[in-house]
């Protein structure tokens, strides 16, 4: 068991990286996880360009693959942009865990990002060009 | 009362000889859905190998056969809970479709608006949406029995919570989370005083527990097969028979009906005017001969076993630093689940763990969100038991929630 909860995963669990909530976020966004009700809420600061994720801090109550996936993913993607983010997938959260998980815990692995998916999405149809007038 | 022989039973069970993660499974998530005797599956491959043809319609010899096995069985469901005839039991595909056919059949038929709901705190989703959909709909006002601090329903509240506006009234007789052990009675009377009907949701209490229905003179008892023994995709709706001779169709099509011409149509009598379509008939005899298992045991001492788990339970795990059982710590008002919290470990974790050790338990909200949002809690751990749980896997338990502190340094 120990090639899941190894000491890598502890530590974001226990010192999450990017914890905290965000003043003046453009983006904020949370979900539950209808499997346990883990919650995840994620804050993005953008950069002048309106791409760049300039800060990023998350808030969430959960089991250790939720919160510790939530800290490895908000690591991976702060500096990046948001197009970035839009290519990510659940490969690749559980690739950044490292551990093989089971099929229902999977979707603890991927609710960090799945919560900040929908809210870059939300921003992007918020925030698109208005079609040319034809 | 006889005592089970709990070695004989596990011999009945072949899935409990099975090793998860190397280690002989100790299975203790039987609330969620129990294991299956050899007897049963044995009943739905004897259909299957011998006598399968679809019921009710053909006129030939396995069709026969067929259509007897399967009012047999609803012969032995009705006995099984006490209800005077075979025409009181509706074959459903478990206890939520059975609330939902209720709420449905009527609920939409003798509802009217300005109504009152009264449901519990601490039902399953089942027992809630259900209603919920109906009260918006309907513009039915929906009540809840509160929950005391102890974990049992509020009864002392009851009469302020039924009014003359109260048109029904239902509630789990045992909770799925908390255990909770309710005694209908007093419910039931209290409601039929106010001319309300009662549904009682028997999911947790019918696989563990004697039923009685004509003694509780409720109206409708929903009951999953799944849990008490039976296959996959049963259950049973009793009700009484006024009431399911006056409540319009739920599911309309073949079998639910006497006469179809081209401008009107009969329905079939009750309760076959419920079961449209080619009706889950293998899984109802399954579920017959999970009755009959049951029954040769013998209810008292089926609740008699698990009463002496949940006690061995409640007092092992009073002994673990950090847990915190959730719900009743009486036994004599526990059925045979024990819930509980782990001080910094979340229970999804835990469940991961103890699965390395062969150990099954339930993690989450147990498709009871309201009653979490009431207790203030995200999620709770559930380890439940039934005729083949051992005092042993009860130390298995533990020990692994032992290890589980050690590896997460909790």
């Known amino acids: 068991m120990e090639d899941l909860y190894r000491d890598h995963l502890l530590d974001h669990y226990e010192n999450p990286r990017h914890h905290g ?20 809420r994620i804050d993005v600061k953008l950069g002048e360009d309106g791409a760049l994720i300039a800060d990023i801090g998350f808030t969430g109550d959960g089991c250790i693959i939720s919160q510790a996936a939530a800290s490895m993913l908000l690591e991976e993607v702060a500096g990046k942009t948001l197009a970035d983010v839009q290519k990510l997938d659940t490969q690749d959260v559980l690739d950044m865990i490292g551990v093989t998980l089971t099929t229902n815990r999977v979707k603890c692995a991927a609710l960090g990002l799945k919560v900040l998916k929908a809210g870059v999405y939300r ?4 925030h698109a060009d208005p079609p040319c007038a034809a | 009362m006889d005592v089970l022989d709990v070695g004989a039973i596990r011999r009945d069970f072949p899935i409990l000889n099975e090793r998860v993660q190397g280690k002989p499974v100790v299975f203790l998530d039987s609330a969620a859905s129990s294991q299956k005797p050899a007897q049963v599956t044995q009943a739905m491959d004897q259909v299957y190998r011998r006598t399968y ?26 006995r099984f809970i006490g209800a005077p005839a075979p025409e009181n039991i509706v074959f459903v595909r478990n206890a939520t479709e059975a609330l939902n056919l209720v709420a449905y059949s009527y609920g939409r038929s003798a509802l009217k608006p ?19 959909v109906l009260a918006k709909e309907r513009d039915l006002a929906l009540k809840f029995i509160p929950i005391t601090p102890g974990g049992l329903l509020d009864l002392d509240r009851l009469d302020e919570l039924i009014t003359p506006r109260t048109r029904l009234v239902s509630f789990a007789q045992v909770s799925n989370v908390l255990g909770t052990i309710t005694d209908p009675r007093p419910i039931i009377e209290r409601a039929h005083a106010a001319g309300a009907k ?15 229905v004509q003694a509780l003179d409720c109206d409708f008892y929903a009951l999953s097969g799944h849990k008490m023994l039976g296959p996959t995709g049963i259950g049973a709706l009793y009700g009484k028979r006024e009431l399911l001779e006056a409540m319009p169709p739920f599911l309309t099509g073949g079998d639910m009906i006497s006469y179809v011409g081209f401008d009107r149509v009969a329905w079939n009598d009750v309760p076959l005017k419920f079961e449209a379509g080619t009706p889950a008939f293998v899984e109802a005899i399954g579920l017959g001969a999970a009755v009959d298992y049951l029954s040769a045991l013998g209810m008292p001492a089926v609740r008699a076993h698990e009463r002496e788990i949940v006690a061995y ?66 999620a709770t751990a559930r380890a439940s038991f039934y005729i083949y749980s051992e005092l042993r896997e009860v130390d298995a338990l533990v020990e692994g929630i032992y290890k589980a502190k050690r590896t997460l340094r909790r």
Not at chain 1, 123 to 126: D, G, W
Not at chain 2, 53 to 74: I, K, M, P, W
Not at chain 2, 115 to 125: A, G
């Open chain 1, 123 to 126: 921003y992007m149809i918020e």
């Open chain 2, 53 to 78: 043809a679809n019921v009710h319609r053909g006129v030939y010899t396995f069709s026969e056969q067929s259509t007897d096995l399967y009012d047999q069985a609803r012969v032995k469901i009705a």
């Open chain 2, 198 to 212: 009662v549904v009682v949701d028997g999911c947790q209490a019918a696989p563990h527990m004697p039923v009685d």
């Open chain 1, 21 to 40: 909530r965000i003043e003046g976020a453009d983006i904020s966004h949370e979900e539950n996880n209808p499997l346990c009700g883990d919650k995840i």
């Open chain 2, 313 to 378: 339970a409640l007092e092992r795990m009073s002994e673990v630093p950090g847990a915190t059982i959730v719900g009743p710590t009486d036994p004599d008002v526990r059925g045979g689940a024990v819930t509980f919290t782990l001080a910094g470990i979340h229970p999804h974790d835990l469940g991961t763990l103890l699965d390395r050790e062969g150990i099954a338990i339930r993690a989450g909200h147990h498709c009871a969100q309201p009653l979490h949002i009431r207790l203030g809690i995200n």
């Open chain 2, 114 to 132: 300005g109504d009152e709901v009264l449901i519990t705190e601490l039902e399953h989703h089942a027992n809630f949406v259900p209603w919920m």
